[in-house]
T-cell receptor
Framework: SAVISQKPSRDICQRGTSLTIQCQVD?????MFWYRQQPGQSLTLIAT?????????ESGFVIDKFPISRPNLTFSTLTVSNMSPEDSSIYLC???????????FGSGTRLTVV | RKEVEQDPGPFNVPEGATVAFNCTYS??????FFWYRQDCRKEPKLLMS???SGNEDGRFTAQLNRASQYISLLIRDSKLSDSATYLC??????????FGTGTRLTVIP
């Protein structure tokens, strides 16, 4: 299955600032997925990043708040903009591992907004 | 109603015990199912896919009941290293993954 390198692993940020999270995959993938996992909650899909087109956002998530880049088939970034304490969460990227092989996740970015 | 529902636990079991987790899903169109394991402060990792015929991987057995829309995971001879949160995951359509909130398991010496 794919190997994903995600960074930063954690950060503490001031409210009103922005943080960009990066994910690098060791193979070319069509789609990359960005999730949020709030404490005690299940993973929630933020958006799907396709190379060469705009990301597709899920209900409740907007591009202005979570801009995504996908410059090539192995890399993507998610920016959390104008952060507030409510954005404190774990953010994870993911790619498909192949039919019936599930999905592989990056190691996550633990964000705390103060 | 949530897409995927799990008993959050916690399940505290002694070493060597057998423990079972159940999960229900609401969308009958879901076509693929998985159990993931998530250790504290780590990313989810695929434990096993779940097939209609049921499947076994060592001490782990997964079952799918499409008629009742539930998925189960059985762990036999529990080890201390099995302590983790187990996530039930359903795939609906193209890349629409729905996660349960997870069931926390603690295996006690």
């Amino acid at each position: 299955s794919a190997v994903i390198s995600q960074k930063p692993s954690r950060d503490i940020c001031q409210r009103g600032t922005s943080l960009t999270i990066q994910c690098q995959v060791d193979s070319q993938v069509t789609m990359m997925f960005w999730y949020r996992q709030q404490p005690g909650q299940s993973l929630t899909l933020i958006a799907t990043a396709n190379q060469g087109s705009e990301a597709t956002y899920e209900s409740g998530f907007v591009i202005d708040k979570f801009p995504i880049s996908r410059p090539n088939l192995t890399f993507s970034t998610l920016t959390v903009s104008n952060m507030s304490p409510e954005d404190s969460s774990i953010y994870l990227c993911s790619v498909e591992s192949g039919s019936n092989y599930g999905y592989t996740f990056g190691s996550g970015t633990r964000l705390t907004v103060v | 109603r949530k897409e995927v529902e799990q008993d959050p636990g916690p399940f505290n079991v002694p070493e060597g015990a057998t423990v079972a987790f159940n999960c229900t899903y609401s969308n009958s169109a879901s076509q693929s199912f998985f159990w993931y394991r998530q250790d504290c402060r780590k990313e989810p990792k695929l434990l096993m896919s779940v097939y209609s015929s049921g499947n076994e991987d060592g001490r782990f057995t997964a079952q799918l009941n499409r008629a009742s829309q539930y998925i189960s995971l059985l762990i036999r001879d529990s080890k201390l290293s099995d302590s983790a949160t187990y996530l039930c995951v359903c795939l609906t359509g193209a890349n629409n993954l729905f996660f349960g909130t997870g069931t926390r398991l603690t295996v006690i010496p």
